[in-house]
DNA sequence: TCTGGGGTCCTAGGACCC
DNA sequence: TCTGGGGTCCTAGGACCC
């Protein structure tokens, strides 16, 4: 019975080794995931480290509006979970140190982690800032089979980086997936080829990557609660009540990267689709100078990471939080693309003036810029001089930027109100944890 | 429970064109 | 001046992930 071979502490190196003893199965496609323990609270330990041992709450202060970016397991014994809002985090655990994020300090490390990975394999995928997809196939004969490898990896990453990591092995990236989230924390579990249905069919479909709270009430409603359940039913009627999502599940339930993104060859690497910056207020506002200056702010943020990417946006969209949390968005999109932050906040303040309910008190503000075009679009528009002198007006600003700090150079309608932003408000921006396509 | 920030992908409807 | 169907682009919203 070789399914739980893998974790850490109790694995025993041999007993569903077998299969390689030939040499023959090394061409079973085999791939890693690699996932992180309690990424942001353990970088956060490495710089005090009388943290260890405690409940940690890294997302902010207990008081704040937002919601946990991590919980140390010590914190998890009370209920605290990640997307958990910090207030409710203090009520469930009163006695937990919080803690604000280090987006800087995060990045860093996973730049490591991400050497150490590429130590074990030329192909690795970063999935988020915390995790990554390595295709082991036929590397038997450099690594030896795949627990072996894994132990190695697992060993190499805490001597480089002093963090833990849980490792899961599969035919596919949802079977690795899947079983890394059952080897936490700190272990190692590899699923043998041919076992990915029985390993499936006890858990809960909710451990299926795609299928989030609605998925699974909409499941539930159905009489499905195990993957199991959903294995047994008929692909057409998954099709039939969920579309084309239905066929992708149907396929998921046997452990297949069926459809989507799942599908991709590891190390596959996709370009960014759209940037965005958002900022929620600690108090709502109304006031039109403040939310200008801040819809000034992110286009700033938006238009620097463009120039930063080599991107150049046709679409811009505004986002509007009000205070009873409904939200609205609203998009236009230009004749021509662009990646200065004048006429990005040209197109942002007409969507915010044609669609703010005037006086509203407003919760969060949002600036998005998508539909990239190439360089080799661009080039072939005609470039008018009014054009180049912002460009480089605006590349010198970034320099600046990059030297001094990010609150150096503000264009003059960003100035009023944001120097009180900045220092009360402290936008404490949590890190980018999504999907950082392409590694660091 | 009083709900962040940064992303991706999907759906659905309307405009417009052939 | 009644009317089919397909393709593409755009917009808005929502589910989901870390």
Redesign the pocket.
């Known amino acids: 019975m070789p399914l739980h071979t893998g974790e850490l502490r109790r694995c025993t190196l041999g007993e569903s080794d077998w299969r390689f003893a030939d040499g023959m199965p090394s061409l079973l496609k085999t791939i890693f995931h690699v996932d992180m323990d309690a990424f942001f609270v353990s970088v956060e330990e490495l710089y005090d480290p009388s943290l260890k041992g405690k409940a940690v709450v890294v997302g902010g202060q207990r008081h704040e509006?937002?919601?946990v970016?991590a919980a140390s397991y010590e914190a998890r014994k009370f209920g605290v979970h990640?997307?958990m809002?910090l207030?409710?985090a203090a009520k469930h655990c009163p006695h937990a140190i919080f803690v604000d994020g280090h987006p800087e300090r995060y990045r860093e490390c996973s730049e490591k982690v991400y050497e150490v990975l590429t130590s074990f394999s030329p192909q690795v995928e970063m999935a988020?800032?915390?995790?990554a997809y390595l295709d082991m196939t036929g590397t038997a004969r450099l690594h030896g089979p795949p627990l072996k490898a894994a132990h190695a990896l697992h060993g190499r990453m805490k001597d480089k980086t002093l963090l833990n990591c849980s490792v899961g092995i599969g035919s596919s990236r949802l079977i690795a997936k899947v079983s890394s989230a059952q080897a936490k924390p700190n272990g190692v579990l590899w699923i043998v080829p041919g076992e990915e249905a029985k390993f499936l069919a006890p858990l809960d479909v909710r451990e299926i990557?795609?299928?989030?709270?609605?998925?699974?009430s909409n499941l539930h409603a159905l009489g499905i609660s195990k993957v199991g359940d959903l294995a047994r039913l008929e692909e057409t009627e998954l099709e039939e009540r969920f579309?084309?999502?239905g066929m992708a599940l149907a396929g998921k339930a046997r452990g297949e990267d069926a459809?989507?993104?799942f599908d991709n060859a590891v190390g596959a690497d996709?370009e960014?689709?759209?940037?965005?910056?958002?900022?929620?207020y600690n108090e709502d506002s109304a006031d039109a100078a403040q939310l200008e200056s801040t819809l000034m702010r992110l286009c700033e943020m938006v238009g620097r990471?463009l120039r930063e990417g080599k991107f150049h946006a046709?679409?811009i969209?505004l986002k509007l939080r009000y205070k009873?949390?409904t939200?609205?968005?609203?998009?236009?999109?230009l004749p021509a693309p662009t990646q200065l932050d004048t006429e990005i906040f040209e197109q942002v303040r007409l969507l915010f003036y044609k669609n703010w309910k005037q006086g509203a008190p407003i919760r969060?503000l949002?600036v998005q810029a998508s539909?990239f075009a190439t360089e080799a679009d661009q080039m072939s528009l005609l470039e008018g001089g009014r054009q180049q002198r912002w460009r480089d007006a605006l590349s010198a600003a970034d320099r600046l930027r990059d030297k001094f700090g990010e609150s150096t150079i503000t264009l003059a309608a960003g100035m009023k109100g944001s120097f009180r932003e900045r220092t009360h408000e402290n936008?404490a921006?949590?890190p980018?944890?999504?999907?950082t396509?392409g590694a660091p």
Request: charged share 30%.
């Open positions: 509006r937002g919601v970016s990640s997307a809002p207030r409710t988020s800032i915390d995790e990557p795609g299928v989030g709270k609605v998925m699974e579309g084309k999502w459809g989507g993104w996709t960014a689709k759209s940037i965005s910056h958002e900022h929620t990471r046709r679409t969209q009873d949390f939200t609205i968005t609203r998009a236009r999109t969060l949002g539909s936008p921006g949590l980018g944890k999504g999907k396509r």
